[in-house]
């Protein structure tokens, strides 16, 4: 079980991609959170099996209809064990 950290670049705000990351998160069983940042990008922390948060990666590069994205910054730690399900924070 692993952590992995992304920074979605793009068109990714007011185009439902806090919605779809939610939803293939929990397709793939994985854990954590996403969020809009105030500089127009979207954080995502999810952890599960590497294998799942590969495939994971792979969704978050296409993004929804409506986005463009155009980066994914990633980074992999070790699991925290800090989240229960896979939630969107509004913060």
Do not use: H
Not at 45 to 66: F, S
Request: no cysteine.
């Amino acid at each position: 079980m692993e952590r992995m950290e992304a920074v979605v670049q793009g068109r990714v705000q007011m185009v439902l991609f806090r919605d779809f990351a939610q939803r293939k998160a929990k397709g793939l069983g994985l854990v954590g959170e996403v969020a809009n940042e105030p500089d127009g990008t979207v954080r995502v922390i999810a952890e599960g099996p590497r294998g799942a948060l590969d495939m994971y990666v792979q969704e978050l590069k296409k993004g929804p209809l409506l986005a463009r994205v155009d980066d994914v910054a990633v980074a992999f730690s070790p699991k925290t064990g800090e989240y229960a399900s896979f939630e969107i924070n509004y913060d």
